[in-house]
């Protein structure tokens, strides 16, 4: 259970962080013309008077109780916002994570095998321009094409909660830019991992014993070659995070990331800490996850 | 030079990487001679020729403001290039001495810091660029400090594997022997020991690094108009997407070649490091 302690550190960061940020939260939310009692009071209101140990215990003891605490802007519980943009985030990586994978590993084993044929020279080069791309263009890029010229699909918004049809609706463009740019990272991935494999001694003894290639690869390559790719998966799909952040922007997805641009924008120091011990143990679950299903796939790693 | 010599030689192998190299140098021609080259002023306004189409006097159209498209991309391609360039170079320093002095201290230092660096490690190097770049404003500095920073703790964990195992060569006890200081040390038998590695990963992260000056540009947390820079070019161009889509398309495909070129360079670069995978 190193997942508490690490907790733990990182909320101490987040919240030392926030606050040595420069500008006051009050006289941010007031304007530079506001009077210093108005300041003054509302500095209070917020809880900033208060000693930075002080704080630190009630940050701690609110998230305990599961409280996140109050947007600093407009008064009302961070619990509820990020319960409200949480499945929006959540539908979007998934949604890339799995379009990723159904897209990626099948064309990293087709590059693998194909090796410096007109093929793989492709995959790379689509692949590294996945990587190269930020995820704000590939957006607009989807956005003109699908939304403008051909007039299919919605530029902007989420879809509406209670309506399933709508919500995918809103879900196609957002989730193929993500998709997209998972796909390039799991190529590459499963590509040079597949290669490793192939160059082992077993695989050769596979292919002397006169089995067939086909059989090679799903039978002694694949199965080794999951590992890899799958502590691989876990690390993308925290950058897949990142990117989530700007592909939400762009489609104006009532998600955390947005919410986490709109705490930085107007310095609601208090929102951003909450979205950030989100974000962290978002994180923290997917590290975990990765970690136990290397146990599953290969029984040699066993975690008791 | 024989060592060198067969690097090149693997470089040039492969067919991407050279490729890459020679986008890369180009870009940075146009960087470098942004005044002789660009036609028109990148600020300058003219109400007159405002949404100009591509084509014509102006050969990447004008924006709302009636500026000069192609000369603006021009002189971004500087931006970009600098915050890339400096950024790693920044992450790179912090990050290895970080890395090198914990490796070689040890003890609960080396605990504390490591640990931190875990936590850096964990977080998408975007979001953390975004929340240093929220604390400490916008600004070209800035973003400079805040990209490395956030790609700080990746060259403190190369930098500190190496120095934990060279801090138990004999030479080393033996540069203890004869009484040379700790930061001597350091300097003549660690860090050279570790450079290459080092200097590698700085390779490969310039392409991450240009990238995300463009995020957090696009987002409005980079560098503030009227400076142009591609990110912020995109950004002010998505307002205008139906009446003149080429505002965001033009600037954003100077990014992706941009980043594009280095992550070229960086495959050849990967194949050196890692022999079995020669193409």
């Given at each position: 259970m190193v997942a508490i302690p690490t907790l733990l550190v990182v909320l101490s960061l987040v919240f030392l962080l926030v606050r040595v940020a420069p500008g006051d939260p009050a006289t941010a939310v007031l304007g530079q013309q506001a009077s210093r009692e108005a300041i003054e009071n509302l500095r209070t209101k917020m809880g900033l008077d208060k000693s930075l140990w002080q704080q630190y215990?009630?940050?701690?003891?609110?998230?305990?109780?599961?409280?996140?605490?109050?947007?600093?802007?407009?008064?009302?519980?961070?619990?509820?916002?990020?319960?409200?943009?949480?499945p929006f985030t959540?539908?979007?990586?998934?949604?890339?994570?799995?379009?990723?994978?159904?897209?990626?590993?099948?064309?990293?084993?087709?590059?693998?095998?194909?090796?410096?044929?007109?093929?793989?020279?492709?995959?790379?080069?689509?692949?590294?321009?996945?990587?190269?791309?930020?995820?704000?263009?590939?957006?607009?890029?989807?956005?003109?094409?699908?939304s403008i010229q051909l007039n299919l699909?919605?530029?902007?918004?989420?879809?509406?909660?209670?309506?399933?049809?709508?919500?995918?609706?809103?879900?196609?463009?957002?989730?193929?830019?993500?998709?997209?740019?998972?796909?390039?990272?799991?190529?590459r991935m499963t590509r040079s991992s597949i290669l490793n494999i192939l160059r082992q001694d077993y695989v050769s003894t596979a292919r002397s014993k006169g089995l067939k290639e086909r059989a090679v690869i799903y039978r002694h390559v694949?199965?080794?070659?999951?590992?890899?790719?799958?502590?691989?998966?876990?690390?993308?799909?925290i950058v897949l995070i990142g990117s989530s952040v700007m592909t939400e922007i762009v489609f104006s997805r009532p998600g955390l990331g947005k919410l986490m641009v709109m705490a930085m924008k107007q310095r609601d120091y208090l929102a951003l800490q909450s979205l950030l011990t989100i974000y962290a143990a978002l994180v923290l679950v997917i590290n975990l996850m990765t970690d136990l299903s290397y146990g599953i796939i290969d029984p040699r790693v066993r975690y008791d | 030079m024989g060592e060198n010599r067969k690097i090149w030689r693997t470089f040039r192998k492969n067919k991407i990487a050279v490729a890459g190299?020679?986008?890369?140098?180009?870009?940075?021609?146009?960087?470098?001679?942004?005044?002789?080259?660009?036609?028109?002023?990148?600020?300058?306004?003219?109400?007159?020729?405002?949404?100009?189409?591509?084509?014509?006097?102006?050969?990447?159209?004008?924006?709302?403001?009636?500026?000069?498209?192609?000369?603006?991309?021009?002189?971004?391609?500087?931006?970009?290039?600098?915050v890339g360039f400096f950024s790693v170079l920044f992450g790179m320093v912090v990050g290895s001495i970080a890395g090198v002095v914990a490796g070689?201290?040890?003890?609960?230092?080396?605990?504390?810091?490591?640990?931190?660096?875990?936590?850096?490690?964990?977080?998408?190097?975007?979001?953390?660029?975004?929340v240093i770049m929220a604390v400490l404003g916008s600004g070209l500095d800035k973003l400079v400090i805040a990209i490395g920073v956030a790609m700080a703790p990746r060259f403190a964990r190369i930098a500190h594997g190496p120095t934990l195992s060279i801090r138990e060569e004999s030479y080393i006890e033996a540069a203890k022997a004869i009484g040379a200081s700790p930061v001597r040390i350091l300097g003549r038998h660690v860090v050279p020991n570790i450079l290459?590695?080092?200097?590698?990963?700085?390779?490969?992260?310039?392409?991450?690094?240009?990238r995300i000056e463009a995020n957090l540009s696009f987002i409005g947390l980079g560098v503030s108009p009227p400076t142009p820079s591609w990110g912020n070019m995109v950004r002010a161009g998505v307002n205008h997407l139906i009446m003149a889509p080429w505002l965001s398309l033009l600037p954003g495909a100077a990014i992706l070649i941009t980043v594009l070129s280095f992550n070229m360079i960086g495959d050849g670069v990967r194949d050196i490091t890692d022999p079995k995978l020669q193409s």
């Open positions: 215990v009630e940050y701690l003891s609110g998230l305990l109780r599961g409280d996140l605490g109050k947007s600093l802007i407009s008064r009302k519980p961070i619990g509820g916002q990020v319960a409200y943009a949480l959540l539908e979007l990586t998934i949604t890339g994570v799995l379009l990723g994978s159904i897209l990626g590993v099948p064309l990293g084993i087709l590059t693998a095998v194909h090796r410096n044929t007109i093929v793989d020279y492709l995959g790379r080069i689509l692949s590294l321009a996945g990587l190269s791309i930020p995820a704000f263009y590939l957006g607009i890029l989807l956005m003109l094409l699908f699909l919605p530029t902007v918004g989420g879809g509406q909660q209670r309506n399933v049809l709508d919500l995918l609706y809103h879900l196609v463009l957002p989730g193929l830019t993500l998709g997209l740019i998972m796909t390039a990272y799991v190529t694949l199965k080794n070659a999951m590992v890899p790719i799958l502590s691989v998966l876990g690390v993308y799909s | 190299l020679v986008l890369t140098l180009i870009i940075g021609l146009i960087a470098l001679l942004a005044p002789m080259i660009s036609p028109y002023s990148p600020v300058k306004q003219d109400v007159l020729n405002q949404y100009d189409t591509p084509g014509g006097k102006h050969f990447f159209g004008t924006d709302n403001y009636g500026r000069d498209i192609l000369s603006r991309i021009i002189w971004a391609s500087r931006i970009s290039l600098l070689y201290v040890g003890g609960w230092g080396e605990g504390v810091l490591m640990r931190i660096v875990d936590i850096g490690l964990s977080f998408p190097t975007l979001v953390l660029g975004l290459g590695e080092i200097i590698v990963m700085a390779t490969l992260w310039v392409a991450t690094a240009i």
